[in-house]
Each structure stands twice: as C-alpha cells, then as structure tokens.
C-alpha cells in the first residue's frame, strides 16, 4: 500500500497539469475564436502565390 | 462633397503609440474571407495587425498612429465586397466576457476537482466492500478535503456570491439552497473524516458544483452569441450624418451629433437626428415614427423626427435632440408609464425554488427531529438530515428550466429571432393575441413595386438598370427589380428629379413625371409612382409599400395554431383595410395614436388575454412595452427594438410563428423537466429520511437525474414542429 503515498500525489500532479493548461489556454485567448481556428488551418498563408 | 467618413472617435490609442479600432463586417460567408479580409486589409501602410474573428464577424485592426487615414480600412473592405462598420465594444458586452472567463475557470477548476475526488471516491467505495484498512481510508478523505475545499471556495464563488445577495435583499433564489447544500455537505464531511467515518460526501458537493457550472457556462455562452450579432447589426446599422463644420460637410457617425449642429440630409437618406428644417424643401416619409405611409411635405420651420426617410429635396436642419434623447414626447411619457405598470409574470424558476427550498429544509429538520426523537443519537440524526439535503439535489431543479433556455434560445438563434430577454421564452409561449403594426411589419420596412409582372418586362429592366444609379428611395425600390447590377455608363442623376442616359443612342430617364415628360398620375396618397421613357416608350411604375412575402401563409400558420389576430396601425384606414383584407384579419383598427393602441392592448389585458405585440414603429414602441410580450423586426426604431424582447431578421414574416412554435415546446420541456425533478425527489427522499443513503447512491442519482433533464432539454432544438 505504500506505492499509494506516490502514486496519488503523482495522480493530482498529472490534473493539475491539465488544469493549469486549461487556464492558459484560456487566457491566451484560445477559445476566443472557435470557429476561425477550425478554417485558418486549411489556409495556404504561408506560399507566396506565384506571379 | 463630403469628406470620408471621420472615425477618429473610434481609433483607441495603445500604449505604444499604435492605434486600433474594432469593426463588425458583414458578408462574411466562408473560410476564404478570412485570408480575403485580412490580406487586403495588409496592403494597406502603416497595418500592424488585422485579425478577423471568425466567430463574432469582427476584424481587429492596429496601426501605426499617423500613418493611415482609418476610413481607407472600410473602402478596402468595400472593394473586396465586405461592409464594416467600426463600434466600440460595449461595456456591458465587455463585463460579460469576463464573466464568462471566470465561469469557464470556475467550470474547468471544478471539473478538474470532480474527476480527481471520483478517482480517489471510487477507490473507497470498493475498498469497503473488499479490504481497505480504515487508516487507508482516512488517508483518502484526507486526500479528498485538500482538493474539496479549495475548489469549493474557488468555484462556488458565483453561487455564494448570488446567494448572499439574494439573502441580503432579504429574497431567496436557486443559488440559495444550492450554497447551503455544498457548505453543510463538505463541512459534515470534513467533521466525519475527523472521526474516522465511513461515509463522505466530497463528492457529492464538488460534482453538483461542476454539473451546474457547465449548465452557466453554456446558458452564458449562449447569451453572448446573441448579444454579439445584436452588436453587430447595431453596428452595421448604424446612422451617419453629413454635419456642417464651418461651411464644409464632414461625415460623422451620428452618435457623436449635440444639439445646436447643423446637417445636411440629402435625398434618399434617413434623418439622424431630431431637428427642425433651416432651410429647402421636401417630401418625408414618416412610417418609421407614425405607420403612415403618405409621405408629408416638410420646409423651413417643420420638424422633423430621426428615422424619417428624406425623398426629394436636400434639407440642412438643426439638431434639437440626438442620439439616445431622439424621443418624441408624448412617446416617451407613455413608454415610461407602460414599462412601470408591465405586470412583470414570474419565472417558473423562481417559482419553483421558492417551493423547493422551504419544503427540502422543513423536510431535512423534520428528519432530525424524527430520528432524534426515535432514539438515534445526534450525531446519526443529523447526519441522516444532511443525506436528505444532499439527495434532494437542487442540481436537476436548478437545471431543469436554464438547460432548456439554452437549448430553444439556440433554436430560435437559428431561425433568425434574437432574443433579448432570457424569460421571453416563457412569456412567448403564453401569448394567445398577436397584435400586429402594419407598416414595416406586415408590410416590408421598404416600398416596393407593385406587380411588376404586369409590366414591359424590357422597359422594367431599363428603368431598374436606370434605377441603379439614384439614392431615391422610389428608385431604389425599382433597382430592386434589375435583373443586372451594373448601372448603365454614364447614366447621370439629376438630384431630386431623375437619371437619364443614352442607350444605344436613344435617351432613357426615369424619375419624376415632369422629368420624364410624362402626364402625372392621379392615384391614392399612400401609392407613388415613378415614370420611365425610352425613345417613344413610357411606363409609369406604382410604388408602395407591400406585404412580406410570407405574411399571407404565416398569418394563416398563425392562425392554425389558435392565435386572435389584429392589427392596430397609425396608417389611415383606407391603406389597411386591404392589408386586413389580403391577410383575412378581421379585427383592425386604423389611425390609432400610439395611446390608442396601449388603450386596446389594456382592454385585451383585461379580457384575461397574454397579448404577444410585433411592432416595428416608434409609434409602437410604448405598446411593446404594455404588451405581454413584443417582437420587432430587425429595421425596427432603434427606441423600439429595445423594449421588445426580441428581434427577428430578415423580409419574412415567419420568424414570428416560428418563435411562438419554439417558445411553446420549450415551455412544455421546461414543465416536464419540473416534473422529472419532482419525481426524483419523490423517489430519492423517502429513502434519504430512512436513512438508506450512502455517498455512492448519492453520486449516482445526482447525476442520473442531471443527465436526464439534459437530455431531455435537448429535444428543445427539435427539427419538427410541434
């Protein structure tokens, strides 16, 4: 039962992890455009068109 | 001429110098507009940044200060087909976005809280049955309150905050037994780890928390949608006004006009403000403000009220009131006295926690007592008290009825109603009058041609091409039947009398009888007429206001569903009787001041009837308010689409059956999500006050009956009609 002592720790360290990248992502203005994001990545931007 | 548009009111400076300004486009249709937009905008010297925000339809955009007059940012826009128009964020649509960030925050620490106590609950739950030694126990309700109370103070803080507010102000609402449940809940549970107990309810508490968070995460995300394309149409709508600065004309947005500036409105504009004419003359056409559709002749000395549709002449005036104080009088003592006396209905929710709350409390002392009394020790009494407080779970009552709101407000999104009140659901389902305005309602905000099929389809498509060329809004009624958008080159207007060009070397006009050389046509005051020649040819084409195009099946639709309908109009009653003819509407009552129709709306009321008033008018905009409940288009007074509760957009009619069919099966759902809860009590309670309720029964019915509330809100989005 000992393995508990660092195994739950190790447990709620991982969801905090994932919290914590919650909240940054949230800051970060992430979410602030949901439907822009899901399209932005189809775009070509970054090939110079030819001329 | 006038110079650009000055938007130097827009323009925020940051703190590098730098400035930046918001604007809500329009035509925004596809992924592709994004790089469009943005692109272009690029080109532009001095663009440090241009962001569209996909979602909301609005481009951020910063530059170097000095460096771009910011008025080209719209002329780029309009090159590439897209309308701007700049706003500045509202506060109040500010302060909600940070409340959202902090329900989401709230939601996420709550969430992250849940799962990890579940984890660490589920291991207890199956260690009893097995051989988990009492100190491992311990040590996970120990585990257990170090993440419990921390969350709890973190995520309940908009419950407790709403809580004591209620408590203060000496009411009670849903937040208040919810706060209490989550406190005695955890703080039992803490005193039971301390004494070594089985039983804890870490869970149970965080659970409910993280259920209703997400359940205001949503409702609030839907509020913000809407709000945010109401911003946006505001912004899009939003007036300009050529004011005089010395003798030169600026164009301002109308929002910056003071009384005392002169103006010029030229034709085919709507007026900004409220003024009096200083000089020249002109036809008015005054719908907006009084229903009537016969146009008044106005000149130096007249009034004139914001909205009016200027037709031939330009006028300069002077401005006696702007933007929110643009109110006629007698309008405004009225609306004042119609939204006080508003017989405000209850919300079901409120209604429902002022039952539960008092019932589930009684209920928990009572088992106490009644343990107590039957020889249990106090301690077992009262823990057996809290169980019943920790079932009866406010959380499938405090879901029931905002689930539902979510989901039908998302529905109607869809259909093109905006709402603008979160119980107008309730109180649209309860409607059984419609009382409809005539002009601009039944009828389309604009003229159009009448029966343009009867027409010389080819002298029609010259006049329309012809038409392309004006700003007059009879022009502009006839361009509207143009089959190509392209003006004929070198068509020239001749302001206030007509266009003419050459085609094919033969002279066309349209415009005015005299313009045309035409005989004027004698008809009835609310039909105008706009001739046309070409070559040898003529037509003279009738004008007026016509019917959405729906508004005969809708009225019928209406019907079906068991509404009375009437109109009440401010037009003469020679111009609505064929409206009430066309729509089979009986009962209609014409030349009505805006008193009249609140005075019909109150006999109505006094009948026992839930009048639903859709009114695009200022004239209406006091009936909106004594209404039951009210709905405008989205062309409606600005006065008046803020006291209806919501806005419907486009030429059709039919969002307003499809509103009223939404609404209801909302409101039936909101019922039967009530009844649910009520039946999970029944069942939950009695076994809570025998004590047969451990943590695992609780966790499991709390989030059956979460779920089954949700699930059943869903059908609220319903493809078919009811």
């Not at chain 2, 039983?199 to 913000?224: E, K, Q």
């Not at chain 2, 709101?405 to 603008?420: C, E, K, T």
């Amino acid at each position: 039962m000992n393995v508990i002592v660092y195994l739950l720790p190790l447990a709620l360290g991982l969801g905090l992890a994932g919290l914590f990248a919650f909240i940054w992502a949230l800051r970060s203005g992430q979410y602030n455009d949901i439907d822009g994001a899901a399209l932005r990545v189809l775009q070509d931007d970054d090939v110079e068109p030819k001329p | 001429m006038s110079a650009a548009l000055d938007l130097s009111l827009y323009a925020r400076p940051d703190s590098d110098g730098r400035l930046s300004m918001d604007l809500a486009v329009d035509g925004v249709t596809c992924g592709a507009c994004i790089g469009r937009i943005e692109g272009a905008v690029k080109q532009l010297p001095g663009i440090a940044e241009a962001r569209l925000n996909y979602t909301n339809r609005r481009l951020h955009v910063v530059w170097a200060g000095g460096a771009l007059e910011p008025g080209r940012i719209i002329e780029t826009l309009q090159e590439n087909g897209y309308r701007g128009h700049p706003f500045v964020p509202l506060r109040a649509e500010q302060e909600e976005a940070a409340e959202a960030r902090k329900l989401t925050r709230c939601m996420g620490v709550a969430g992250f809280a849940a799962m990890n106590i579940m984890l660490l609950s589920v291991s207890v739950w199956s260690g009893n049955v097995t051989d988990m030694t009492p100190e491992t126990r311990d040590f996970f309700h120990w585990a257990s309150a170090l993440i419990a109370l921390p969350a709890a103070a973190y995520a309940g803080r908009p419950f407790f905050a709403s809580a004591w507010r209620a408590l203060k102000a000496r009411s009670t609402n849903m937040d208040v037994p919810i706060s209490i449940g989550v406190i005695v809940a955890l703080g039992m549970s803490v005193i039971e780890t301390a004494q070594h107990a089985r039983d804890v309810y870490f869970d149970s508490a965080i659970t409910l928390l993280f259920f209703l968070l997400v359940g205001r995460a949503l409702d609030h995300a839907m509020r913000r949608k809407t709000r945010t394309v109401a911003g946006n149409l505001a912004a899009l709508k939003a007036d300009t006004a050529h004011r005089f600065a010395g003798e030169e004309l600026v164009t301002v947005p109308a929002a910056v006009l003071r009384a005392g500036d002169r103006l010029m409105v030229k034709p085919g504009e709507r007026v900004p403000a409220d003024g009096t004419i200083a000089s020249g003359r002109s036809d008015i056409d005054e719908s907006l403000i009084t229903g009537e559709t016969a146009r008044r002749d106005v000149g130096p000395g007249d009034t004139v009220y914001a909205g009016s549709m200027n037709y031939d002449g330009a006028l300069t005036l002077t401005v006696t009131a702007a933007g929110g104080a643009t109110l006629i009088d007698e309008i405004g003592k009225l609306l004042d006295k119609a939204a006080s006396a508003k017989s405000r209905a209850m919300r079901l929710a409120d209604r429902a926690s002022r039952i539960y709350a008092p019932v589930v409390h009684s209920a928990a002392a009572l088992t106490a007592l009644g343990w107590w009394l039957a020889g249990a020790s106090a301690h077992d009494a009262i823990v057996t008290a809290i169980a019943v407080l920790i079932i009866t779970c406010p959380c499938a009552l405090a879901l029931a009825i905002p689930a539902v709101q979510v989901v039908a407000s998302g529905a109607l999104f869809r259909a093109g109603v905006i709402l603008n009140s979160g119980d107008a659901i309730e109180r649209l389902a309860e409607a059984d009058t419609i009382v409809f305005d005539k002009t601009g309602t039944l009828t389309l905000p604009e003229p159009r041609v009448v029966a343009p099929d009867s027409a010389d389809p080819e002298l029609l498509q010259i006049a329309a091409r012809l038409a392309l060329s004006s700003r007059h809004p009879l022009a502009a009624a006839l361009a509207r039947e143009a089959a190509s958008r392209v003006p004929f080159e070198g068509a020239v207007e001749e302001v206030g009398r007509g266009v003419r060009a050459t085609i094919d070397g033969v002279e066309a006009r349209v415009g005015s009888a005299a313009f045309c050389g035409l005989p004027e046509v004698v008809s009835l005051p609310w039909l105008s007429h706009i001739y046309c020649s070409f070559g040898g040819r003529s037509a003279a084409f009738t004008v007026a206001q016509s019917l959405r195009p729906d508004a005969i099946e809708t009225v019928a639709r209406l019907r079906a569903l068991g509404f009375d309908l009437r109109i009440l109009s401010g037009d003469r009653a020679e111009a609505v009787a064929p409206v009430a003819q066309a729509l089979g509407i009986e009962q209609w009552g014409a030349a009505l001041k805006p008193a009249d129709k609140i005075a019909q709306i109150e006999d109505l009321k006094r009948e026992g009837r839930r009048v639903l008033m859709v009114g695009d008018g200022l004239n209406d905009a006091p009936s909106l308010a004594a209404a039951h409940v009210s709905l405008s288009p989205i062309s409606a007074a600005d006065v008046t689409q803020a006291q209806s509760d919501a806005v419907f957009l486009g030429d059709r009619l039919s969002p307003v059956a499809d509103a009223v069919v939404s609404a209801r099966r909302a409101r039936r759902l909101m019922s039967e999500n009530l009844g649910l809860a009520a039946v999970y009590n029944a069942i939950a309670v009695p076994i809570a006050i025998a004590g047969f309720v451990t943590p695992l029964i609780a966790a499991l019915a709390m989030s059956g009956s979460s779920l089954l509330v949700t699930l059943n809100a869903l059908r609220a989005r319903g493809g078919r009609s009811a």
